[in-house]
Nanobody
């Protein structure tokens, strides 16, 4: 089991940057496939990015490719989401999620553990 706590959200102007962090607990953090999702008001929660256990492979939704980077530090039990060139449409609550399986998935139901979310607001 793992507990996840996100931080780093806030208000930023369009074109700006934010770095989100997700701190995990437990000794088996490195055994989890990690991802970030986001949910805008009135919309479904959507996949943003995922990273394999070792960090050797990453996956992104097309709308964020080239602007957002997922990474992890297993020694620190933390996964990051570096967000650059932010747009107003990136405004959402961002959630960190962990998956016990090593297989890639961008489906919400595939993830076993979730953080409480952190708000990102991009002003135009």
């Amino acid at each position: 089991q793992v507990q996840l706590v996100e931080s780093g959200g806030g208000l930023v102007q369009a074109g700006g940057s934010l770095r989100l962090s997700c701190a995990g607990s437990g000794s088996t953090f490195s055994s989890y496939y990690m991802a970030w999702f986001r949910q805008a008001p009135g919309k479904e929660r959507e996949f943003v990015a995922a990273i394999t256990r070792s960090g050797s492979s990453t996956y992104y939704v097309d709308s964020v490719k080239g602007r957002i980077t997922i990474s992890r530090d297993n020694a620190e039990k933390t996964v990051y989401l570096q967000m650059d060139s932010l747009k107003p449409e990136d405004t959402a609550v961002y959630y960190c999620a962990a998956r016990s399986s090593s297989l890639y998935s961008r489906e919400r139901y595939a993830y076993d553990y979730w953080g409480q979310g952190t708000q990102v607001t991009v002003a135009s």
